[in-house]
């Protein structure tokens, strides 16, 4: 074969993989596609409705917390269900990530700091006590992604848990923290930037690295 027939028979290949033009389509399968993309809008940019943004500020409002927007996730579903608690005095800057599908329940103390982009990703049961912050980025979680079966797309192969996730109270968490399934961080422990917690970190401890492993203790009065 010439280039000349290669660079046509490339072409002609693409040509046929394009999508239909939109004159091409019936009104059926436009109405199905149409149908579609309305789905996935109201599911993944319902917060961004004005009612719904009110709606969410409302429910903030009488727990005694503030939402900077966007926010995103089942934020508003889950409030309204009892599924996602947020105590007094709790702060979610802009771009905070709640997901808590089903049954799966949050629950974030008073007085806790959320930073930019922190994502919480609960299938049972996410817990994060008074008064911590976590800092941009973080990403707290009671389950990961199934990948085992070879017969399936990874992305529908839904989650698994080892358990609920739970941080303690007056927890410090760096920027872009891991915090994996079944985890459980006691009292007053630091955890320092990008790392990756995989098993449980006793109260008063600060962690670090990938995994993370306790580097020392933090001493009551402030020695250490």
């Not at 027939?5 to 009104?27: R, T």
């Not at 947020?86 to 329940?105: F, H, Q, S, Y």
């Not at 930073?115 to 800092?135: S, T, Y």
């Amino acid at each position: 074969m010439s280039s000349g027939e290669s660079v046509a028979s490339s072409a002609q290949e693409d040509e046929d993989a394009a999508p239909a033009s939109p004159a091409e389509l019936s009104s059926g399968e436009l109405a199905r596609q149409a149908r579609l993309w309305a789905q996935k809008w109201r599911s993944y940019e319902r917060n961004s409705l004005p009612w719904n943004r009110a709606r969410i500020h409302a429910l903030f409002m009488r727990s005694e917390a503030f939402v900077r927007w966007p926010v995103h996730g089942n934020v508003l579903e889950a409030m309204r269900e009892g599924r996602l608690r947020v105590g007094a005095g709790t702060l979610l800057e802009p771009n905070v990530w709640i997901t808590a599908p089903g049954d799966a329940r949050v629950r974030i103390g008073a007085g806790t700091f959320l930073n930019q982009g922190v994502m919480i990703a609960a299938e049972r049961l996410v817990e994060i006590g008074d008064h911590c912050m976590l800092a941009n980025g973080c990403f707290v979680s009671d389950s990961s992604h199934r990948y085992d079966d070879p017969e399936k797309p990874v992305p529908w192969q839904g989650f698994e848990t080892k358990g609920p996730t739970r941080i303690g109270e007056n927890c410090w968490l760096g920027a872009n923290v891991v915090v994996t399934s079944g985890v459980q961080i006691g009292e007053r422990c630091v955890i320092g930037a990008n790392s990756v917690v995989t098993r449980d970190v006793e109260p008063f401890s600060v962690a670090a690295g990938a995994p993370a492993r306790v580097l020392r203790r933090i001493e009551c009065g402030g020695e250490s």
